[in-house]
């Protein structure tokens, strides 16, 4: 069964550093999305992308934040200068068509320290 | 832009009891309703979806109900064993592809045995 994939599954980071987290979603999905959840807290949303660029972007996804599609096959989420606040699991999503089911990744935890 | 309440945070049943989680929805426009299930450090795992053309969908021991006139939803567990203890998670999105899932605040399920 296809599955989107995140990688790294953790990763510990220095405040101030950047952080590049990636995901390759489902291969014919076209949707792509990535939330973030604080640990016992609920799943927020960041950010959108479709046909290669932001279609929507929550009040977290500050300037601090960006998303490529560099290959055609990976998605990423960069953080330039992290935050202690930035701590939390991040999860990867892509969706086929609309109002279909949103498959997640595993997460990537991320832990500014 | 969407707003998604979820209650109770917790709840806890007996074994074999049902389970109820309601929630509620601000966008008349929403019209796809996933229930999500995440058991602790993995990601959310859709469960059952409800579009709005629908009142109710069931899926073995487990149900989802809408009410888009009271823009409210609720997904029930009937039967509920060890290992539907859980936080379960309602989302709302609209009828575009790009429009993310929002999510409820969630609510931590513990089934006593």
């Known amino acids: 069964e296809p599955e989107v994939t995140q990688t790294p599954s953790h990763q510990v980071t220095q405040m101030g550093q950047e952080v590049i987290l990636r995901c390759v979603p489902i291969?014919?999905?076209?949707?792509f999305y990535w939330y973030r959840q604080i640990l016992g807290q609920k799943v927020e949303f960041l950010v959108s992308f479709y046909n290669n660029e932001i279609s929507e972007k929550s009040e977290i996804f500050d300037d601090q934040f960006s998303v490529e599609r560099p290959d055609g096959s990976n998605f990423t989420l960069k953080i330039r200068s992290t935050k202690l606040e930035d701590s939390a699991m991040y999860f990867c999503?892509?969706?086929?068509?609309?109002?279909?089911?949103?498959?997640f990744g595993q997460g990537t935890r991320l832990t500014v320290v | 832009g969407e707003n998604v309440e979820q209650h109770p945070s917790t709840l806890s049943v007996q074994e074999g009891d049902s389970a109820v989680i309601k929630c509620t929805y601000s966008d008349s426009a929403s019209n796809y309703f996933p229930w999500y299930k995440q058991e602790l450090g993995k990601r959310p795992q859709l469960i059952i979806d409800?579009?709005?053309?629908?009142g109710e969908k069931k899926d073995q021991r487990i149900a989802v109900t809408l009410n888009k006139t009271a823009k409210h939803f609720s997904l029930h567990i009937t039967e509920t064993q060890p290992e539907d203890s859980a936080v379960y998670f309602c989302a709302a999105s609209g009828n575009s592809g790009n429009t993310p899932l929002v999510f409820g605040k969630g609510t931590r399920l513990s089934v006593i045995a």
């Open positions: 999503a892509s969706r086929g068509q609309k109002n279909t089911e949103a498959f």
């Open positions: 291969s014919n999905h076209l949707y």
């Open positions: 409800i579009r709005s053309n629908v």
